[in-house]
């Protein structure tokens, strides 16, 4: 029988089929933040009298033992059960009769599984913030390596200026703290507790919500009943747009990599085993995990759109719409991970070209630097643009090669440590330490 099912009630099969989609799949994903997450409010419901102590220690026993067998993946949704919190109840009560049956007490499965979104949200999003510091400590590594190595800068895909590897590695680093920024904005969404506010409207039994929230390891509650479910849809579209905001970093990388891999550049050189060849040109080495990486983190681009959608015109309260939430927030996870993987396994073994700009082709990158070199010695600058325009116009220009970049974050001053002391500000805001010290009481 299903938590809402009363009795000789009968749904139809291809109803039963069509509402409960893939849910039974993607509640495997929650089943540990399920149990978390009954752990604390029994724990709460015996502070209320609502359970005795006897009951209490019966399902917290019985609750870790469930845990267990998640860890262990050896839990399971069995077949005609609806969903990860019928199976938990379904075990509690097969092993414990009405004891079991007790633990629904204060509680509607819109809140229970509100709150398993927002324990799994904000897990998964510290795992991605923690992939994002790996590819962040190898970007600061070789913008340090290539510090001197220096390369051609572009804009309008037309040569600009001199540039190095340094400064295109640290571009693309100090970009990271930026997507940082907002997964933890995402986080703190995830990190407030909505257990207790039932189907939407509370309950009339006197609830200790802080407990719960404390128990949890939550920064706070959502203080009012609505506006709790109303959170449901905005936690996971603030989620969808920090990794979206991360998979438009990560494709502007792969972007530059495919350019620069190209032999009309040959600035970098991806070794045999990161390439691909063709079916019919034997010289071809294709830079294909670059282009993947392009197209998979161009198509997370548009997940906070399809959340949107589905959350378009939708009234307060709750609404099955959003059961279809969870099909294009989890597996967004798992995809974005394994991009970050994949894109600082590629760049640990890119190696660099060296002293591209003493081609003579790239004579024109230092116009600025000769432009420079008069103002410092009295002309005034639209004078002196005007005057190398006229080198370049009469074959006279001859090229500066000496540079002299100092200011912060230039060519000769990177600002990597800076740079990465603000990544590790960042990165101890999300303060998950305490969330973890709390759900390891609560289990242990």
């Given at each position: ?26 509640d495997l994903h929650l089943a540990e933040f399920d149990v ?159 257990l207790g506010s039932g189907a939407g409207y509370g309950s ?80 071809k080495k294709n830079p294909d995990v670059a282009e993947l ?152």
């Open positions: 029988m299903k938590l809402w099912q009363k009795e000789n009630t009968v749904t139809s099969e291809k109803i039963e089929r069509f509402t409960v989609g893939k849910d039974r799949e993607m978390l997450g009954n752990i604390a409010h029994a724990t709460m419901l015996a502070t209320i009298g609502l359970l005795t102590s006897h009951d209490l220690k019966a399902l917290t026993e019985e609750l870790k033992r469930i845990y267990a067998q998640v860890q262990k993946a050896e839990f399971v949704i069995e077949d005609g059960v609806e969903d990860v919190h019928s199976q938990v109840e379904l075990l509690l009560t097969r092993k414990l009769g009405d004891t079991g049956k007790k633990i629904h007490s204060g509680r509607s499965r819109n809140d229970q599984v509100l709150v398993d979104m927002k324990l799994y949200t904000r897990a998964r999003l510290f795992d991605v913030a923690t992939a994002t510091e790996k590819l962040f400590n190898v970007l600061a590594s070789k913008s340090e390596e290539h510090k001197n190595d220096l390369l051609p800068g572009y804009t309008h895909l037309q040569i600009a200026m001199p540039s190095s590897f340094g400064l295109w590695f640290g571009a693309y680093a100090e970009a990271l703290i930026d997507d940082i920024i907002q997964i933890n904005a995402a986080y703190r969404l995830a990190n407030r507790n909505p009339s039994f006197p609830l200790n919500r802080q407990l719960t929230t404390d128990l949890l390891g939550f920064e706070g509650m959502h203080h009012n009943v609505v506006y709790a479910q109303m959170s449901r849809g905005r936690t996971e579209q603030a989620a969808l747009t920090a990794i979206s905001s991360l998979a438009a970093t990560v494709s502007r990388l792969a972007m530059d990599v495919c350019l620069y891999n190209s032999q009309n550049f040959s600035f970098i050189i991806l070794p045999d085993d990161l390439t691909t060849g063709s079916s019919i040109m034997p010289h990486l392009r197209a998979k983190t161009n198509r997370m681009k548009a997940l906070p759109m399809e959340i949107t959608m589905v959350l378009s015109n939708l009234p307060s309260g709750y609404h099955r719409d959003m059961q279809l939430l969870k099909e294009i927030l989890m597996p967004a996870f798992d995809e974005i991970l394994d991009c970050l993987d994949i894109a600082a396994f590629m760049l640990e073994n890119m190696k660099v070209k060296q002293d591209l700009l003493e081609d003579s082709k790239y004579d024109l990158l230092f116009s600025v630097e000769r432009v420079n070199e008069l103002v410092i010695n009295g002309v005034p600058f639209r004078d002196a643009y005007r005057q190398v325009g006229a080198e370049i116009a009469d074959g006279t220009y001859v090229a500066p090669r000496d540079l002299k970049h100092t200011h912060e974050g230039s060519i000769g001053n990177l600002q990597t440590a800076e740079i990465s002391a603000r990544m590790q500000k960042e990165l101890a805001a999300f303060g998950y330490e305490k969330v973890q010290h709390a759900l390891d009481k609560l289990i242990s």
